[in-house]
């Protein structure tokens, strides 16, 4: 078991990063039965889990905030993000609800969700059960949008961040727009809209770019994000790599070669990388742009060893393995 970020001594309780949200089960299709019936495979993820697996199991201190079932689902994901290396002490196993599941079919590495949450866990979480510790001890506080679908967990979503950016710490955000946990598109859009504001880091799908800004070239929607006072703005190309705009000024940065096998965390493996170079090079809100670009090419690197495993959390890749992708294409 890693030990990074998980019994931080009462003299030391900074972490590189904090992230709120949801970590819940991936059921992925593997396979057939002998009676050709669907296999679903358990994966522990959910966006933000998986991106803080991705930043501790390259060498970051991370720890989560969140709410699971005291249940099976829920203890399996508390020992798989203790054993990742993710703090665990924000939290919560609760009697009254259960774990929120999401059933993944793959067709060709590009996914398909089905999610049993009504309500999930997740969307439990309350203002008073959060870890203040931690939201005043961390360098990045990250967030993303499914936390904002339901009460209470809205509430203390925006009180998280709150109490994160009066303490200082630079605010990430990842709408990961999930069309199923949204009455529609029109509230999924001033849902995961009204929070822009709070963050200094953006991280964005092509689709989630152009439907928060209206745009549908991914650098002219980046350059509208970083209006809206955004410092950084990263969007991600799939197999093309990625966008990355500061202060209006972008720059595309190529993916790495990869056999897509599963896509769950993609997106999450290279907000982790991302991120983690961020840290390791010092937190400022002011970011170069030539350095957001030795950030989303780390990113990328991990993206592309991620995609070629299966599952979320247990396909993040250690600092040995994409540093040595990214040298044997330099």
Same mark, same amino acid.
């Not at 970020?5 to 039965?33: C, N």
């Not at 769950?264 to 002011?286: I, P």
């Given at each position: 078991?890693?030990?990074?970020?998980?019994?931080?001594?009462?003299?030391?309780? @900074?972490?590189?990063?904090?992230?709120?949200?949801?970590?819940?089960?991936?059921?992925?299709?593997?396979?057939?039965?002998?009676?050709?019936?669907?296999?679903?495979?358990?994966?522990?993820?959910?966006?933000?889990?998986?991106?803080?697996?991705?930043?501790?199991?390259?060498?970051?201190?991370?720890?989560?905030?969140?709410?699971?079932?005291?249940?099976?689902?829920?203890? +399996?994901?508390?020992?798989?993000?203790?054993?990742?290396?993710?703090?665990?002490? *924000?939290?919560?196993?609760?009697?009254?609800?259960?774990?929120? #599941?999401?059933?993944?079919?793959?067709?060709?590495?590009?996914?398909?969700?089905? +999610?049993?949450?009504?309500? *999930?866990?997740?969307?439990?979480?309350?203002?008073?059960?959060?870890?203040?510790?931690?939201?005043?001890?961390?360098?990045?506080?990250?967030?993303?949008?499914?936390?904002?679908?339901?009460?209470?967990?809205?509430?203390?979503?925006?009180?998280?961040?709150?109490?994160?950016?009066?303490?200082?710490?630079?605010?990430?955000?990842?709408?990961?727009?999930?069309?199923?946990?949204?009455?529609?598109?029109?509230?999924?859009?001033?849902?995961?809209?009204?929070?822009?504001?709070?963050?200094?880091?953006?991280?964005?799908?092509?689709?989630?770019?152009?439907?928060?800004?209206? #745009?549908?070239?991914?650098?002219?929607?980046?350059?509208?994000?970083?209006?809206?006072?955004?410092?950084?703005?990263?969007?991600?190309?799939?197999?093309?790599?990625?966008?990355?705009?500061?202060?209006?000024?972008?720059?595309?940065?190529? *993916?790495? =070669?990869? @056999?897509?096998?599963?896509?769950?965390?993609?997106?999450?493996?290279?907000?982790?990388? +991302?991120?983690?170079?961020?840290?390791?090079?010092?937190?400022?809100?002011?970011?170069?742009?030539?350095?957001?670009?030795? +950030?989303?090419?780390?990113?990328?690197?991990?993206?592309?060893?991620?995609?070629?495993?299966? *599952?979320?959390?247990?396909?993040? =890749?250690?600092?040995?393995?994409?540093?040595?992708?990214?040298?044997?294409?330099?």
């Amino acid at each position: 078991m890693k030990t990074n970020g998980i019994s931080p001594s009462a003299q030391d309780k @900074t972490y590189g990063l904090v992230a709120l949200g949801e970590t819940l089960v991936d059921f992925t299709e593997a396979g057939r039965s002998e009676n050709g019936q669907r296999l679903f495979e358990q994966n522990p993820g959910g966006a933000p889990a998986n991106m803080l697996s991705a930043v501790a199991q390259l060498g970051g201190r991370t720890a989560f905030i969140g709410k699971v079932g005291n249940d099976m689902h829920g203890r +399996f994901l508390k020992a798989a993000l203790q054993d990742a290396g993710i703090h665990t002490g *924000g939290m919560i196993l609760a009697d009254d609800v259960f774990t929120t #599941l999401a059933f993944v079919a793959l067709t060709d590495g590009e996914r398909e969700f089905s +999610f049993a949450r009504k309500p *999930g866990a997740d969307t439990r979480l309350t203002e008073s059960e959060l870890d203040a510790a931690l939201l005043e001890n961390c360098a990045v506080f990250h967030f993303g949008s499914l936390s904002l679908t339901d009460e209470p967990a809205r509430s203390a979503t925006y009180a998280a961040i709150r109490r994160a950016k009066a303490a200082g710490a630079l605010i990430s955000y990842d709408p990961n727009y999930r069309a199923g946990l949204w009455p529609g598109v029109s509230e999924a859009v001033r849902g995961i809209r009204e929070p822009l504001p709070q963050a200094d880091l953006l991280k964005v799908s092509d689709e989630e770019a152009a439907m928060l800004s209206g #745009l549908y070239d991914p650098e002219s929607a980046a350059r509208a994000l970083c209006r809206e006072g955004i410092h950084l703005v990263a969007v991600t190309l799939g197999k093309d790599g990625a966008l990355v705009c500061t202060d209006g000024r972008c720059q595309h940065v190529a *993916g790495f =070669p990869a @056999t897509a096998v599963d896509t769950t965390g993609a997106g999450d493996a290279f907000w982790g990388g +991302f991120l983690y170079q961020f840290l390791q090079r010092g937190k400022a809100r002011q970011t170069e742009l030539s350095d957001a670009v030795d +950030f989303a090419r780390f990113g990328n690197a991990a993206a592309a060893i991620c995609v070629s495993r299966r *599952g979320g959390i247990p396909a993040m =890749p250690s600092l040995e393995e994409v540093e040595s992708l990214i040298c044997a294409h330099e």
